[in-house]
């Protein structure tokens, strides 16, 4: 099992930043990869950004790519989100996930998750 919990979420106007935080404890080393996912109210929860473990370039979805930047630490303990020059379509819940397969990371369906942290974004 592997257990997740975001932080760093909270209220900022357009064009400002926020670094979300996802720790990780568990057994972190069935890992292949962790994301990032939103959800905003009424639509489905999307990907955001995936960071694979070794030398492969994370993945973004296109409405983030140049804004937004994910990371992680070499222990896999901790998963940074950067976002930068947030719109307010960005606003929504977001949530950090784990995936224990290239397959799974590859088609987004992640097996373990957090309980989310709220991004809102005004005009």
């Known amino acids: 099992q592997v257990q997740l919990v975001e932080s760093g979420g909270g209220s900022v106007q357009a064009g400002e930043s926020l670094r979300l935080t996802c720790a990780a404890s568990g057994d972190i080393s069935s890992t292949y990869c962790m994301g990032w996912f939103r959800q905003a109210p009424g639509k489905e929860r999307e990907g955001v950004a995936t960071?694979?473990?070794?030398?492969?370039?994370?993945w973004y979805t296109d409405s983030v790519k140049g804004r937004f930047t994910v990371s992680q630490d070499n222990a896999k303990k901790t998963v940074i989100l950067e976002m930068n020059s947030l719109k307010p379509e960005d606003t929504g819940m977001y949530y950090c996930?784990?995936?224990?397969?290239?397959?799974?990371?590859?088609?987004?369906?992640?097996?373990?998750w957090g309980q989310g942290t709220q991004v809102t974004v005004s005009s």
């Open positions: 996930a784990a995936a224990t397969s290239l397959l799974n990371c590859g088609e987004l369906t992640y097996n373990y």
């Open positions: 960071v694979y473990n070794g030398n492969v370039i994370p």
